[in-house]
């Protein structure tokens, strides 16, 4: 099956910070998705994003589906941003197929 | 803005239970999803649901789960046995296509 790997595994930034998150995926996929799960649990939709590049605020993703990544931005990094982030990749008949995500935390 | 609605937030069970995990899509969606997560791990799929029947299912999904959509708004899974691996956050899903999915917030199960 697809495989999902993001890096890197954690992230310490300071606030203000700028960061890049990165998945690969291993096949050709429909579509990917990011989220942001919140340290209640909560998966947040960030992008849904095939191919292209896609901004919203201080969060920007770019997928490049040709060489199979996807890259998450975020600029100018807040306390509220801390958290695991995940990549999930669309098999062909929809279901997600989620990477290890990244954790980050964003320090004051 | 429509959201997809879980209950309840936190379940606690004894091993061997039953367990029903509810759900409400949003509703002009079609396909419906359910994940889970064991705690400090990734997100699973564990079944899909399109047009009163299941479209897919993972190894994860053995006998003791079963879905269900009894009326036009819920959307159900059961565990007919708990066992203590079960222990894990399950989230819902729903689409109206085969495309962006909206997660709610997560049932925590804790089988004890």
């Known amino acids: 099956g697809i495989q999902v790997e993001q890096s890197p595994p954690d992230l310490i930034l300071q606030e203000g910070a700028n960061s890049t998150l990165r998945c690969n995926f291993s096949?050709?996929?429909?579509?990917l998705q990011w989220f942001h799960q919140n340290p209640w649990g909560q998966l947040i939709n960030l992008f849904y994003?095939?191919?292209g590049t896609k901004q919203n605020g201080r969060l920007s993703a770019t997928t490049v589906a040709t060489e199979r990544y996807s890259l998450l931005y975020i600029s100018s990094s807040q306390t509220t941003d801390s958290g695991v982030y995940f990549c999930?990749?669309?098999?062909?008949?929809?279901?997600?197929?989620f990477g290890q995500g990244t954790e980050l935390s964003v320090k004051p | 803005e429509p959201e997809v609605t879980q209950t309840p937030s936190h379940q606690v069970t004894q091993m061997g239970q039953e367990v029903i995990l509810r759900c409400v899509p949003i509703?002009?969606?079609?396909?419906f999803y359910w994940y889970r997560q064991i705690l400090g791990q990734k997100v699973e799929f564990l079944v899909s649901?399109?047009?009163?029947?299941?479209?897919?299912k993972s190894e994860i999904f053995d006998d003791q789960f079963s879905v269900e959509r009894p009326d036009g708004s819920n959307f159900t899974l059961k565990i007919r046995s708990t066992k203590l691996e079960d222990s894990a956050m399950y989230f819902c899903?729903?689409?109206?296509?085969?495309?962006?999915?909206?997660f709610g917030p997560g049932t925590r199960l804790t089988v004890l």
């Open positions: 899903a729903s689409s109206g296509t085969i495309g962006t999915q909206y």
């Open positions: 509703s002009n969606h079609l396909y």
């Open positions: 994003i095939p191919s």
């Open positions: 649901f399109y047009n009163n029947e299941i479209s897919e």
């Open positions: 999930a990749v669309y098999n062909q008949g929809g279901k997600l197929i």
């Open positions: 096949d050709s996929v429909n579509n």
